[in-house]
């Protein structure tokens, strides 16, 4: 299970990315000026590396500076095509799951005026908070949950969000980190408190026999650096298809529209893609939802 007593490492690795790639990586279509900001000085070092090309000569500095542009080629399709998705379809709320240093909330002018809620658990939310007083606008309502423990929904309410009026929830690098029981669980509580015209866009990981070996190689170059790997206390718990991730919607009332593999929408974007194989392994579903289907 996830260590959620500590703030997430897999969340500053990702907006790492995004850092990286900001304003240099096909700068019509992907911007992120908020991830820099959210950036500790000694997060910023080897994204300023990848931003400026320098390839460092000292080993543990060249694995920082790899794993993050990586990083940047993930992340860039990956923002891309959950940004899109959230654009096409203008929802009085916006709710974002697992939201880490996701800085949406900030950065796109399609949630002026919307009521944005941040749920995450409470050591990641916390790290976040202090983190955001780096940027300005208005901040979205927190909201501090443990998927694996707390009931969503109620916690929801409390912070203001409305059954009765249409969401659109993001739930974007989370999947991974629970069970399949719990990302059946969490779905179900997205359900129920859904109005109809709401969407769900979701990110998640694909199985493949070759995961064991790259997550093995990735941990044996973080200990050739003499520290742990970000994995380490947030290991990968659930791998799913397009169909599996789909029929699970469908069940609870959400019908998929749209299924993105991250390899085609960077090819489609034409960024420089060195790990095709990580990108694959990488989707975003787009759902709407229409009604819970009765149980049968
Ligand atoms: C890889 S980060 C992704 C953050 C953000 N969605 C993004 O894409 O930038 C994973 C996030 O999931 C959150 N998370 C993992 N397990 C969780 C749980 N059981 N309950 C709530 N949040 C969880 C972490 O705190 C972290 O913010």
New binding site residues.
Partial sequence: ??D?LR??R??V???QG?AAADGLVVPDRFADPTALPLLLPDERVAVEWVRTGEVPRQWRARVDYETVRAMAEL?VP?TVAIDDAVRAHAAPQVV???????GRAWRMPELAGVAVFE???P???QD?RDRAAALTGPPPAFVA??????VLGTALAAAGHRADAATTW?????V???TTD?VAATVEALAGCSAPGSRLVV?FQLPAGSRKLSRLLARLLSASTGRSSVFAN?PWLSFWTSATMGALLSQHGFAVTEDHNLLDVAKALRTQVRHPASLVLSAVLVAEFQAVRANT
């Fill in positions: 299970m996830a959620t703030a997430s897999t969340a690795l990702v907006c995004r992340m990956r974002i799951l697992g939201a880490g240093l996701d749920v995450d658990q050591a990641s939310q976040k949950v443990d998927f694996t423990r707390d993001i739930w974007e690098g989370v991974p980190y629970l719990q990110n947030e």
